[in-house]
């Protein structure tokens, strides 16, 4: 069955700009969807297939996907984005179809 | 506006069932598949089930295969999820989300606020 690997933590200080990454085999041609769950709340969806933005998700969210490698790009950090980050497929060829990465915790220092 | 509600969570003992429920509205229910998804205490998400707009089309996680079944009422705008033979591994939030995208670019773009199942004797 197709995996997503994602770095379990990421950290950054407020200003700056993370990359969450996440790999799978040939995910570039796959469409990569990311989600931000806070503390005690339930999953928001911030990026779909691979780059779009849902309305009322912030400009500083933007996503990229090629080759083994698709990767969340939050500009402009701010305390408020500290949460945990999933990426998502849809993998047709297992019967999972919905796969989801193990979750990256951005923390903003 | 589009909410999801789930309801049913509790504690019940290994070997035991519960049904788990999730309410639609601000949208037309029966235009979308609908899925649960849930999450064990400190862990990441893990898909369960998807139901198609009519109930026709169906699929499990293997984990919950043959012990778990999703249905839907389109005229209650309801979502289900009846559990049996729970184990404690089943201990989990559970959250309805709704099924959006187009072939091969699916997504879940609203979620429910989950509800909490813990399995334990």
């Known amino acids: 069955s197709y995996v997503l690997t994602q770095p379990p933590s990421v950290s950054v200080a407020p200003g700056q700009t993370a990359r969450i990454t996440c790999g799978g085999n040939n995910i570039g041609s796959k469409s990569v969807h990311w989600y931000q769950q806070k503390p005690g709340q339930a999953p928001v969806l911030v990026v779909y297939?691979?780059?779009d933005r849902p309305s009322g998700i912030p400009e500083r969210f933007s996503g990229s996907n090629s080759g083994n490698t698709a990767t969340l790009t939050i500009s402009r950090v701010e305390a408020g984005d500290e949460a945990d980050y999933y990426c998502?497929?849809?993998?047709?060829?297992?019967?999972?179809?919905?796969?989801f990465g193990g979750g990256t915790k951005l923390t903003v220092l | 506006q589009v909410q999801l509600v789930e309801s049913g969570g509790g504690l019940v003992k290994p070997g035991g069932s519960l049904r788990l429920s999730c309410a639609a509205s601000?949208?037309?229910?029966?235009?979308?598949?609908m899925s649960w998804i849930r999450q064990a205490p400190g862990k990441g998400l893990e898909w369960v089930s998807y139901?198609?707009?009519?109930?026709?089309?169906?699929y499990y996680a293997d984990s919950v295969k043959g012990r778990f079944t999703i249905s839907r009422d389109n005229a209650k705008n309801s979502l289900y999820l009846q559990m049996n033979s729970l184990r404690a591994e089943d201990t989990a939030v559970y959250y309805c989300?709704?099924?959006?995208?187009?072939?091969?670019?699916?997504?879940?773009?609203?979620w429910g606020q989950g509800t909490l199942v813990t399995v334990s004797s």
């Open positions: 989300a709704r099924r959006v995208g187009a072939s091969e670019v699916w997504y879940f773009d609203y």
């Open positions: 139901i198609s707009s009519s109930g026709s089309t169906i």
């Open positions: 998502q497929v849809w993998d047709s060829s297992s019967d999972r179809h919905v796969v």
């Open positions: 297939d691979d780059s």
């Open positions: 601000g949208f037309t229910f029966s235009d979308y598949y």
